[in-house]
T-cell receptor, first 113, second 109 residues
Framework: IAGITQAPTSQILAAGRRMTLRCTQD?????MYWYRQDLGLGLRLIHY???????GKGEVPDGYSVSRANTDDFPLTLASAVPSQTSVYFC????????????FGPGTRLTVL | GQNIDQPTEMTATEGAIVQINCTYQ??????LFWYQQHAGEAPTFLSY??LDGLEEKGRFSSFLSRSKGYSYLLLKELQMKDSASYLC??????????WGAGTKLIIKP
């Protein structure tokens, strides 16, 4: 693994189904983030984690949950997907929550029908 | 509320210079970032400004004026590969990044 990876690359999901998007980084970064990106809008923060064992809510957390059991992994779960959750999801990490650049994974394109 | 404004789209000619502006109103300020995002790809870091002034990095420069809530990204000697979206983001008082919607830059030969 080099940097930050996400899986799956893309997914089509029926409404009401549960889905977990995976994110793994090998840079030993403390902070990790989940964003969604929709056409015409800026990246919007869903949830974040400043260090393993802690998580926090971002701008648009409803319908999503996260966990941070260790430094490397930060999965995002949609408990019951709805069409408005159709989006491109990016996971990112940074050395800490301060003024350090964020490194982004390649993204997951999710379509909820 | 928090707000980041940047033009939706700009067009420039290969070899020329283009300036992409960003104005912001945020709760606190801990720095401003510029990222580049090619279509279908992830954003990649370009620059970080926390003090007023100009930061130069090769063909790219970024300027910040905290008193005016204003930044710009200057791209010189434009190349076709510079066709991308350019994202402005401000680190607020909670150390969360607030993102603009991005400026799509189209380079014409």
């Amino acid at each position: 693994i080099a940097g930050i990876t996400q899986a799956p690359t893309s997914q089509i999901l029926a409404a009401g189904r549960r889905m977990t998007l995976r994110c793994t980084q090998d840079m030993r970064h403390n902070a990790m983030y989940w964003y969604r990106q929709d056409l015409g809008l800026g990246l919007r923060l869903i949830h974040y984690s400043n260090t393993a064992g802690t998580t926090g809510k971002g701008e648009v957390p409803d319908g999503y949950s996260v966990s941070r059991a260790n430094t490397d992994d930060f999965p995002l779960t949609l408990a019951s997907a709805v069409p408005s959750q159709t989006s491109v999801y990016f996971c990112a990490s940074s050395a800490d929550e301060g003024g350090n650049e964020q490194f982004f994974g390649p993204g997951t394109r999710l379509t909820v029908l | 509320g928090q707000n980041i404004d940047q033009p939706t789209e700009m067009t420039a000619t290969e070899g020329a210079i283009v300036q992409i502006n960003c104005t912001y109103q945020t709760s606190g300020f801990n720095g401003l970032f510029w990222y580049q995002q090619h279509a279908g790809e992830a954003p990649t870091f370009l620059s970080y400004n926390v003090l007023d002034g100009l930061e130069e990095k090769g063909r790219f420069s970024s300027f910040l004026s905290r008193s005016k809530g204003y930044s710009y990204l200057l791209l010189k000697e434009l190349q076709m590969k510079d066709s991308a979206s350019y994202l402005c983001a401000v680190l607020d008082s909670n150390y969360q990044l607030i993102w603009g919607a991005g400026t799509k830059l189209i380079i014409k030969p």
